[in-house]
């Protein structure tokens, strides 16, 4: 089930995906768009890559998905496996590089990967 969670009144909320493959399924296209605006633009980020990377060695993982949206914009995402309680970066072990992708147009994004 995925839950909408408002971080404020105001117009940007938080999502918990618990089916993040939506993010590189049929909204794969706004994950690479949001991908190419973030200072953590990567290959190993891609939708292409996460979803290859689900259908293979992280196809046992629990994954569970986090975006935050203002008025309908993606402004950042990420995606993660559930690991005995502990959030590991979905993708690990087989990239070089994961991270939360954040707008660049986003203050403070600009200071780049975490």
Not at 50 to 70: H, K, N, V
């Amino acid at each position: 089930m995925n839950t909408r969670v408002p971080i404020q009144s105001s117009a940007p909320t938080l999502d918990v995906l618990t089916d993040p493959g939506v993010l590189w399924s049929a909204q794969s296209a706004e994950w690479d768009a949001l991908l190419s605006r973030s200072p953590s633009d990567s290959i190993f980020l891609t939708a292409a890559w996460l979803g290859a990377w689900a259908t293979t060695i992280g196809r046992d993982a629990a994954l569970l998905g986090i975006t935050i949206r203002q008025s309908g914009k993606l402004l950042a995402a990420a995606v993660f496996e559930v690991s005995d309680g502990v959030l590991l970066f979905a993708g690990r072990g087989a990239s070089d590089y994961s991270d939360v992708l954040i707008d660049g147009d986003v203050p403070d994004a600009q200071h780049g990967p975490l």
